[in-house]
């Protein structure tokens, strides 16, 4: 908002200025407002590229979490993508679920009962897995890194 207004009393004619009543704020502050014009130019033009970074960084992240999985983690990893979105259920694999969920592959999504312990797959993660690069995830001889 403070940029459009910099804007508009850079921007805009004279006469609609003096209409307002801004022109002689306008024109005494003149070079206050191009610079706050500049910085309000310079942050929108600014967050789409930090967002994109943001988000290319933490795909690498992930990328390089799901290249590094032990043998356990990747067959936890690989039931969880078998199941389709649905969470699965976890017992005797739960430190190997809890691993996952601490590299931001896995949630708890639901609250552990007496038994077991729901698990789903993040979002995140499962953008990474549809990745073509990622199709080993069906193959069951996978070699160990």
């Not at 960084?57 to 990328?63: C, D, F, G």
Request: hydrophobic content about 45%.
């Amino acid at each position: 908002m403070t940029g459009i207004l910099a804007g508009l009393l850079l921007f805009l004619p004279g006469q609609i200025l003096r209409y307002f009543g801004t022109d002689e704020v306008a024109a005494k502050y003149r070079g206050w407002i191009a610079i706050v014009f500049a910085l309000c130019s310079l942050l929108l033009i600014a967050q789409p590229i930090e967002n994109s970074y943001r988000v290319w960084s933490e795909k690498r992240m992930m990328r390089r979490c799901v290249r590094s999985l032990s043998k356990a983690e990747f067959e936890v990893l690989r039931r969880a993508v078998l199941n389709e979105g649905r969470g699965i259920r976890v017992i005797a694999q739960l430190g190997e679920a809890r691993s996952l969920e601490k590299k931001g592959i896995f949630w708890q999504s639901g609250a552990p009962d007496d038994v077991s312990t729901l698990f789903n797959i993040t979002d995140l993660a499962h953008n990474i897995l549809r990745e073509s690069e990622f199709s080993p995830l069906s193959d069951p001889d996978r070699v160990e890194p």
